[in-house]
Every structure is written in C-alpha cells, then in structure tokens.
C-alpha cells in the first residue's frame, strides 16, 4: 500500500527567513503524481505545487520550489523569503497513475515568527 | 474561489441517529470526493464520484454512503452515527484526475455524543 509520511509535525521559521519541509512515500508505482497542499486557519485547503514523477525538473511556484528525489522517494518542499501569510499546515499528498486516490500526508504544522 | 459549498457547517447528533452532508458545486466539475481530517491523520478519502450515479468507495469507507443524483450535488450518509465518526468532513471537486487541482469547499465539524 501507498504511504505518505511527514516527518515533522511542526516547524517554525523567522519571518523572510527559508524553510524547508519534509515529505517521503512509499510506492512500487513508477508513474506518479506529488502535491503540496496549504491549509491555514481558515480551513480552507489550498494548492501549492504539484510534479509528475516522470519530469526530472523539480516544480517551482513563486516563492516555493520542491526538491524532488525520485530513487530516495522524498518530495521536500522549500519556502524562500518566508511571510506571515504562509503560517498554516501543509501536507504533502500522492497519487498514482493506476487509481488516482490522493494519499495524504499527516501534515506539518509551520510557524512564522515575525 | 471555486464554487463549492457545504451543509450543515457545523452538526451535533447522537450516537445511532442517521446524518446526511451535502456537497453543492456551480463549476460543473466531473468528479466530486467526501474525506474526513482528523489529527495525525491528515486528510483520508471515504468516498468518490466521476458522475451522476457513478461512485466508488474510498480508503475508510465502512459506516458511510453516497449518492449523486445531478452533477451539482454529491450527499454523504451516516447511516448510524458513532462516536469514532466526530470529525472534520471535507468535499472537494476535480475537473479530472491525476494532475488536475482539486477545490475543497469549507467543511463540516461534525460531534457524534
């Protein structure tokens, strides 16, 4: 079975400072897709960023790149210039070509500190 | 924001009552999922559909039902409500699968005594 973990249940940055958040998975599929979702306050989950397995070039949104490690199974996401907007939980999700469940991550817990 | 809302936002029933969620979209998107969040467990799907009367069970969908009679509206059961069902209950839509973004409406807490 598809597993998705997040290592880190919290993290706390200083305010324009770079973060870096965790996320490795468990798959025989060599097909895949990686998702980083955002989830502040207000419950509302929002996407972050998202790879294919099969583009060697790693995703990048604005302020937000992923390291991704295909044969080590991680998928880290990094946060440049960090902002007080970008406190939240972020969780880190799979699916694969077969089924296209997404599996999620328990989620990390970021703080800003001004 | 995608147009996607639910209802009740908020729910208290007691053990043994049935309860039914709706999920209602305006964007006219296929595919229409139910999950429920709870603390170190993220997010965890019970329950999916990719068209009208079209569904397909989820990772944990043992004590729920769906049912999907227009493309707008996706409703989630609970036959029989227990207490290990207390949570967050979220609906999102997709316009496909894989790659495709899915849009997650506001959810609903829900407290089984």
């Known amino acids: 079975a598809q597993t998705v973990t997040q290592s880190q249940p919290e993290m706390s940055v200083q305010e324009a400072e770079t973060v870096t958040l965790s996320c490795t998975y468990d798959t025989s599929e060599s097909d895949y897709y990686l998702f980083w979702y955002k989830q502040p306050p207000s419950r509302q989950m929002i996407l972050v960023i998202r790879q294919e397995a099969y583009k060697q070039q790693n995703a990048t949104e604005n302020r937000f790149s992923v390291n991704f490690q295909k044969a080590a199974k991680s998928f880290s996401l990094k946060i440049s210039d960090s902002q007080l907007g970008d406190a939240a939980m972020y969780f880190c999700a799979y699916s694969a070509y077969s089924n296209y469940q997404l599996i999620w991550g328990a989620g990390t817990k970021l703080i800003i500190k001004p | 924001d995608a147009g996607i809302t639910q209802s009740p936002r908020h729910k208290v029933t007691e053990t043994g009552t049935p309860v039914t969620l709706r999920c209602h979209q305006t964007?006219?998107?296929?595919?229409m999922y139910w999950y429920r969040q709870d603390p170190g467990h993220g997010l965890r799907l019970i329950h999916y559909s990719y068209g009208v009367k079209d569904t397909d069970k989820g990772e944990v969908s043992d004590g729920y039902s769906v049912s999907r009679s227009k493309t707008e509206d996706f409703l989630l059961t609970l036959e029989s409500a227990t207490s290990s069902q207390t949570s967050v209950y979220f609906c999102a839509i997709s316009e496909g699968q894989g790659l495709w973004e899915q849009y997650f409406g506001p959810g609903t807490r829900l407290t089984v005594t």
């Open positions: 964007e006219n998107h296929r595919y």
